[in-house]
């Protein structure tokens, strides 16, 4: 189970990262330097592995959220790099939550409950369908409203399962 942590700001910068002396990989990996709205800044190391919430492509201005596994070792510099598992590009039409959901589908932070309709895409990361209950999964879910409770309901527009 991967432990979700995000970081959401402002790309201020998207460049090339080498990962190879031999020029192996070479424009295959990016760097990705993102800063909140205190100041703080993260890089992001952008891999072809990196998902890419709708496939959206990122450059300077854009508003985003990087993923990273909070468990997973990083290197002690300033500022903080961390391996991206899913960046999500944000915008004002729908929300995204990426965390693990229980065998009741609510959230690992307990902060939202999805409640499934017939008509829910549920999705691998390859775009295939995922035939199985998605509770107790690492989860990327695109909604729209909730409810105000505690924790908020969502009917999601999309699942995405990151197993």
């Known amino acids: 189970m991967v432990n979700f942590q995000g970081f959401r700001g402002t790309v201020t910068q998207v460049q090339e990262f080498n990962i190879g002396q031999n020029g192996e990989g070479a424009g295959c990996y990016k760097l990705l330097t993102v800063e909140d709205t205190q100041g703080g800044i993260v890089n992001f190391v952008v891999s072809p592995t990196t998902y890419f919430v709708y496939a959206e492509i ?13 468990d997973a070792p990083v290197p ?28 009741q589908l609510v959230s690992r932070d307990g902060q939202l409950k999805l409640n499934l309709s017939p008509n829910t895409p549920v999705l691998l990361r390859n775009w295939q369908p995922f035939t199985r209950n998605p509770a107790n ?8 409203p909730t409810t105000r409770s505690i924790p908020a309901q969502t009917t ?4 995405i399962v990151w197993c």
């Not at 999964?137 to 729209?144: K, P, R």
């Open 156 to 159: 999601p527009s999309e699942v």
């Open 76 to 103: 002690l510099i300033y500022p903080p790099q961390y391996q991206a598992l899913i960046v999500v590009k944000e915008n004002s039409f729908e929300n995204v939550k990426v965390d693990f959901f229980d065998s």
């Open 58 to 70: 990122v450059r300077p201005g854009d508003l985003v959220t990087g993923y990273y596994d909070g």
């Open 137 to 144: 999964h690492n989860l990327i879910v695109i909604y729209g």
